[in-house]
């Protein structure tokens, strides 16, 4: 099995920083894919930013220039820089990634359980 742990979440004014972190553990062969969505209340859950084995890096035009997607593969872990946080940047931020472990070993889609993001104006 494959968990995901997430945290960094919490209350800032609007201009503030926030840092999220994701730790997987479990028995994962690989890891294709790491990324953080996002889902405020009333609205569907949408891709913040993701990072494949590679490298490159993908975000949402929301984010650009205020978000910052990295991961450090040894730990199986990625991050997410949030600088210049607005109202409208408040949502449970969900860390995913694609994975193959032992018990599954293709590539499958593992969720955190969220983490709460809040941005007071």
């Known amino acids: 099995q494959v968990q995901l742990v997430e945290s960094g979440g919490g209350l800032v004014q609007a201009g503030g920083s926030l840092s999220l972190s994701c730790v997987a553990s479990?028995?994962?062969?690989?890891?294709?894919?790491m990324g953080w969505y996002r889902q405020a209340p009333g609205k569907q859950r949408e891709l913040v930013a993701n990072?494949?084995?590679?490298?490159?890096?993908t975000y949402a035009d929301s984010v650009k220039d205020r978000f910052t997607i990295s991961r450090d593969m040894a730990k199986n872990t990625v991050y997410l820089q949030l600088n210049s946080l607005k109202p409208e940047d408040t949502a449970v931020y969900y860390c995913?990634?694609?994975?193959?472990?032992?018990?599954?070993?293709?590539?499958?889609?593992?969720w955190g359980q969220g983490t709460q993001v809040t941005v007071s104006s």
């Open positions: 479990g028995s994962i062969l690989r890891i294709d894919f």
């Open positions: 995913k990634i694609t994975a193959r472990s032992l018990s599954v070993p293709i590539p499958r889609d593992y």
């Open positions: 990072i494949n084995r590679g490298g490159t890096t």
